[in-house]
């Protein structure tokens, strides 16, 4: 936010003369690039430039839409001015002489005493980013223009609040004054009066409010600016400086939008929507933003300005309340809407105002929506014929697929329901309820659920809305900030729930009897808008069938196959239903848990060979039925199933704890009587044995140290048993009428040799069970590429190997140097801010330093073996710009886990018809 103090300087800007723009052509000095340009200059596809409310303004204006006049000042001249600290030379010349076009349009001067020409200063980057920074309107009031206003409308009292409305916004947006300072000016005028509405403030009232506003923003050490080319260039400097304003940084990080963009400021012609009762302003999708529905969706304010609408402070009026009070600008509305989706053929979102029975656009742009209505819409506008199939698959972006495979509320679970609010953003959400964004922010950190209860959002609150698992507001539409913000982010929202009584003070809120405190569990259901007291459980959903329909779409043009990560009969059922074409990875591992750890500890602990081979003779039996589920959901299908990874302490009780309990039974045992005692030693001979192994398995670096590969190699017999156990259900499957289809890989390979021995072992038992059994099975043994030196010496290793597979979760350790589990709460989150890494490489693959060591790999594996498999299964694999790079690196599938496997089939899509040439989507 741009404080008075940085922005006081006085303009010393006039506009230039015929004259003087002869002398400068005659002198050949250097003539300023171009930084202004009228709307009609601008166009859609300017957005880089003009940001993309000042393009779709030019659209808008070119398609002879009623725009009120107005220009953009570029990008670049923010970027400049952000690089040099300061306005670049030309530009307020050149914002000067557009302000004549400007007056000459009008028929009015700007800062004139009779007719004054007053404009609205707005931000606009290429991306929009709501509430980066708040319009400032009215500007080119002062003492002597507001009565010229009064003139020109024959209303006192609209011009005074007019004015008081002006010098409100500038103190808080551009000088930086915390909004409270002035709202809490105008309870004291209305308690003092006994008024209950601000419409009861009067001329006398307003005035003086002005001077009192006027007086708080001198505190900030410079005087309210009078001169409206001084405010002008003040709000100029704001808007470029509020590019670089916390909230935007945030917002931006979030969102992965460049910080380099810069925003362009759109300064427009004043109309106003609060001049009577024929007056109003509103903003409207052209299809429901949350459904997709196919019907204009319109939330209306009269007597009122721009912001009052998006800040949700009064609850607005529909669309037919807006035809039966004001029929023709009603007609004239829908007229325009339905020109805007023909002519950008997607869903719009518009801001307009009616001034005086008159329609003025003052916005528009693709709207935002829900990935649920992103479906919709997309199928919906094949079926109206206004864009092909690629098309709708390219308009669903494939990361917000996510929030349709949001939990919801179990049906079958008994819930108390409390109120009813908008349907603001789809999914359900249970968590402590938390009454400011700071409070979210902290006990999130902490590992607890929250749910942000707010009257309504602020810009400021971003922090914590992203933070909660979803947002509860008492007051505000489905367009207020906390709607959009929460849509964006896919996290559930209920708004507008009236029925609320929150008090901040007391940090609770009451609803029918029923009192909420900060802490006490509630749930919320972005889906339809209801609030419940308690716990409720949620459940997985299934696909629609619009989604069904796109991700089919998607599957006819995309080259990579999409497989699962899944370690379960019924997590490979579940990713088969969302499409899954196999098992990219099942980690074996997990079912070496729960009920079966006291056999894992029993086989590491072993002290003979006797006790192993009892150990792992019961482990294979268990594990041949894990394999067996898995294969049977499968059938048909690869499954890769990888052999033991993680070190072997994983599997036992950490050395901290057992020095813990060791002492507590030395202690137990000084007063134990003495038929406790017995029981007492045995125990405590057990622990210290026990601690005595943990303490020879621990690791300085166990990420390091004793695992994958090194594991089969170090314990001959397990992976023996683990191969063993694969095969054996293998054949009971197909002896069932299944078809199995086996890959056996190898973890953490480095060096041939190792895997070259697992390998020979392997065959060995494979023909040994296939013989026994007299059973004809391909298997294909393969190995995980997490290493740097597997993926240098690549083809060495593809000589040994059927496949390959990137666990791009080591790659990423290993490359970097970075512990996979430590990182997130340690250094990250700084190096993020200070955009030392432009994304977390644990979630987003780092391409030029990972990515470069897949290329090599992929490359000189396939040269070393033709046709070499290939594939990722780190986390990458789910993740759609890393699905992106994988189909450019040539690799023949995906794994992920099963709730992103359609999220992955569309990026896929999306990366083949990027590929070919077929273009992106304009919806951000
Ligand atoms: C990997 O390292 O990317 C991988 C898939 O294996 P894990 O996450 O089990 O180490
Ligand atoms: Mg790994």
């Known amino acids: 936010m741009a404080k008075a103090t940085k922005t006081a300087t006085k303009s010393t800007t006039k506009p230039a003369s015929k004259a003087e723009t002869k002398a400068e052509t005659k002198d ?15 166009n859609r596809n300017m957005k880089d430039l003009l940001g993309g409310k000042g393009a779709n303004l030019g659209e808008m204006t070119n398609l002879g839409l009623p725009v009120p006049p107005g220009f953009t000042i570029t990008t670049e001249a923010c970027n400049e001015y952000l690089r040099q600290g300061g306005l670049p030379e030309g530009v307020m010349d050149q914002v000067a002489r557009h302000m004549k076009t400007l007056e000459k349009k009008m028929g009015r001067r700007f800062g004139d005493a009779k007719n004054p020409l007053l404009v609205s200063v707005r931000s606009g980057a290429k991306f929009s980013m709501p509430g980066m920074m708040d319009t400032v309107l009215n500007l080119g009031l002062n003492d002597t223009t507001v009565a010229g206003l009064a003139e020109q409308y024959g209303d006192d009292r609209f011009a005074a609040d007019a004015y008081r409305r002006f010098v409100q916004m500038f103190g808080k947006i551009v000088m930086g004054v915390p909004g409270e300072r002035f709202e809490h000016e105008i309870d004291v005028v209305k308690e003092t009066n006994a008024f209950t509405s601000d419409t009861e403030l009067g001329v006398g009232e307003l005035t003086g409010l002005v001077t009192r506003f006027k007086e708080i923003a001198a505190e900030a050490g410079v005087a309210f600016p009078d001169d409206p080319m001084t405010q002008l260039e003040m709000a100029i400097r704001a808007v470029f400086e509020s590019w670089n304003g916390e909230r935007a940084r945030i917002y931006r990080r979030k969102n992965k939008i460049p910080d380099d963009l810069g925003t362009a400021v759109n300064v427009v012609a004043m109309v106003f929507g609060n001049v009577g009762e024929n007056s109003g302003t509103g903003v409207a999708f052209t299809r429901d933003a949350s459904t997709g529905d196919r019907k204009y969706l319109a939330e209306y304010l009269t007597q009122a300005q721009g912001e009052d609408v998006v800040s949700g402070a009064r609850t607005p009026l529909s669309l037919d309340e807006l035809k039966h009070r004001d029929p023709a600008s009603y007609k004239e509305l829908v007229k325009v809407m339905h020109t805007l989706e023909q002519h950008y053929r997607d869903m719009c979102d518009i801001e307009f105002t009616v001034e005086q ?19 919709k819409i997309a199928v919906d506008l094949v079926k109206e014929r206004q864009i092909s199939r690629q098309e709708a698959v390219l308009r669903v972006d494939p990361a917000s697929l996510d929030q349709l495979l949001h939990p919801q509320w179990d049906p079958e679970a008994e819930i108390r329901v409390v109120a009813k609010g908008l349907n603001a953003s789809p999914g359900a959400a249970a968590g402590k309820a938390v009454f ?17 209860v707010r009257p309504m959002t602020e810009p400021d609150d971003v922090g914590g809305m992203y933070a909660s698992r979803g947002i509860l507001t008492s007051r505000g539409g489905k367009t207020s900030h906390a709607a959009v913000v929460a849509r964006g982010a896919g996290k559930p929202c209920v708004c507008g729930a009236e029925e609320l009584h929150i008090d901040l003070a007391e940090r609770r809120f009451t609803v029918n009897g029923t009192t909420v405190v900060e802490g006490d569990v509630i749930a919320i259901d972005g889906s339809t808008g209801r609030v419940a007291v308690g716990d409720v459980p949620l459940v997985q959903p299934q696909l629609s069938g619009d989604l069904e329909r796109i991700l089919k779409w998607a599957d006819e043009v995309r080259r990579l196959k999409v497989r699962t990560n899944a370690d379960t009969p019924e997590d490979a059922a579940k990713a088969r239903t969302f499409g899954a074409e196999g098992i990219g990875l099942a980690r074996t591992e997990h079912m070496f848990l729960g009920d079966r750890l006291p056999v894992v500890q029993r086989m590491i602990l072993a002290r003979t060979p006797e006790e192993e081979r009892a150990a792992l003779s019961e482990l294979l039996e268990l594990q041949r039925g894990d394999f067996a589920g898995i294969f049977q959901a499968m059938s048909g299908l690869p499954v890769t199933i990888r052999l033991l990874d993680p070190p072997l302490h994983e599997f036992l009780p950490s050395s901290k704890e057992l020095e813990l309990a060791i002492k507590q039974l030395e202690f137990d045992l000084t007063s134990a009587p003495g038929d406790e005692r017995a029981r007492l030693e045995k125990e405590l001979a057990e622990k210290v044995d026990l601690l005595g192994a943990v303490e020879r398995l621990e690791e300085s670096n166990p990420m390091l140290g004793m695992r994958g590969v090194r594991l089969g190699v170090a314990r001959p017999g397990l992976y023996a048993m683990q191969v063993r156990a694969i095969m054996e259900a293998a054949c009971d499957v197909k002896e069932k009428g299944g078809r199995p289809v086996v890959e056996i890989m190898i973890p953490l390979v480095a060096v041939r040799e190792e895997l070259e021995m697992m390998r020979a072992e392997a065959e060995a ?31 060495e290793i593809a000589e040994s190997a059927q496949f390959f597979s990137f666990g791009t979760n080591d790659l990423t350790q290993t490359t970097y140097g970075f512990s996979r589990d430590d990182v997130e709460g340690k250094f990250l989150s700084k190096y993020l801010e200070l955009g030392l890494l432009k ?20 490359s000189e594996g396939r040269a070393a073996r033709p046709g070499l498999k290939v594939g990722i299964c780190g986390e990458h694999g789910g993740d759609p710009a890393s699905v992106e790079f994988c189909h450019a690196a040539g690799l023949d599938y995906v794994s992920c886990s099963p709730f992103r ?24």
């Open 901 to 924: 496997v359609p999220v992955a089939r569309l990026a896929a899509a999306h990366a083949a018809l990027k590929d070919s040439g077929v273009g992106g989507s304009e919806t951000r």
């Open 765 to 795: 038992v494979i023909a040994d069970v296939l013989k026994s059994r007299r059973k004809k099975i391909d298997v294909l043994i393969g190995t995980m590429i997490e290493l740097p030196r597997a993926a240098l010496v690549a083809a």
């Open 28 to 42: 050949k000095k250097p003539r300023s690039p171009k930084y202004v340009y009228d709307f009609e200059q601008g």
């Open 839 to 858: 994304a977390n490489p644990f979630e987003t693959l780092d391409q030029s330093g990972v990515g470069r060591l897949i290329r090599i790999a992929v």
């Open 436 to 452: 400011d964004a700071r409070t979210a922010q902290e006990w999130a950190a902490a590992g607890d659920r929250v749910i942000l």
């Open 357 to 375: 029975g008159k329609l003025w656009m003052l916005q528009t742009r693709i709207g935002k929506r829900t990935a649920a209505s992103a479906v």
